[in-house]
């Protein structure tokens, strides 16, 4: 057992007989080890990007908001007698009255 641990340390595994199946081994494993790799960076890209929408939503959202809130306050009616009073027009003291026409056949 001591000396199987020694042969791996001093790498006679590599120079043996049985050397191209432990190359092989070492081979696959690189090549798998390489392709975590890349799947972790493209796992965090993705969480990147994530982030950066939800954050770009949110500023959305909250603008979106504010300019509701200033439309609704601009279509108010003691903003618009307001605005309107400057101009010099005022609002009605006479009520609206309804129109009918009766068409003759």
């Given at each position: 057992?001591?000396?199987?641990?020694?042969?791996?340390?001093?790498g006679?595994?590599?120079?043996?007989?049985d050397t191209?199946?432990?190359w092989?081994?070492?081979v696959?494993?690189?090549?798998?080890f390489l392709?975590?790799?890349?799947?972790?960076?493209?796992?965090?890209?993705?969480?990147h990007?994530?982030?950066?929408?939800?954050?770009?939503a949110?500023?959305?959202?909250s603008e979106?908001?504010?300019?509701?809130k200033?439309?609704?306050?601009?279509?108010?009616?003691?903003?618009?007698?307001?605005?309107?009073?400057k101009?010099?027009?005022q609002?009605?003291?006479?009520?609206?009255q309804?129109?009918?026409?009766?068409?003759k056949q």
């Amino acid at each position: 057992m001591k000396e199987k641990i020694y042969n791996i340390i001093k790498g006679r595994f590599l120079v043996s007989d049985d050397t191209f199946k432990n190359w092989r081994f070492i081979v696959f494993f690189n090549l798998l080890f390489l392709i975590m790799i890349a799947s972790s960076h493209t796992a965090d890209k993705k969480v990147h990007r994530i982030a950066k929408l939800s954050n770009e939503a949110k500023e959305l959202k909250s603008e979106y908001l504010d300019v509701r809130k200033q439309l609704t306050q601009a279509k108010m009616e003691s903003k618009l007698t307001a605005v309107m009073s400057k101009t010099g027009l005022q609002t009605s003291t006479i009520p609206p009255q309804k129109i009918s026409i009766i068409k003759k056949q």
